[in-house]
């Protein structure tokens, strides 16, 4: 299996992830709360909408593109501490590691 293909079985299993949890929502967030330019969005969306509104759909676009994927980042970090008592919690952290090791350099 190709790295875009991991990728995409990854993002697939955080968007179910997230659904199950209760953590899925039917509106987005507002534009000018989408637009923000602080890291993960911290100042307008909670860690579950940067996932859903901004995280997924810009690795999805990547791959359905054909696009190159980034080289390195790391999420796990953040969403393990921003979700850090919410429901799915240990669910949700455990995907964002495995899309985490996709990206760590070897």
Do not use: N
Request: overall charge negative; charged content about 20%; some cysteine.
């Amino acid at each position: 299996m190709s790295k875009h293909e991991k990728v995409g079985t990854l993002l697939l299993a955080l968007k179910d992830t997230l659904e199950v949890h209760g953590h899925w929502q039917s509106e987005p967030p507002s534009s000018e709360a989408l637009s923000s330019v602080e890291p993960f969005a911290v100042d307008t969306l909670s860690c579950a909408e940067w996932l859903q509104w901004i995280f997924i759909p810009k690795m999805a676009f990547l791959l359905q593109q054909g696009q190159p994927l980034p080289e390195s980042f790391s999420i796990a970090p953040y969403v393990e501490e921003a979700m850090r008592g919410q429901e799915g919690h240990a669910d949700i952290t455990r995907v964002s590691m495995d899309i985490d090791a996709l990206f760590t350099p070897q």
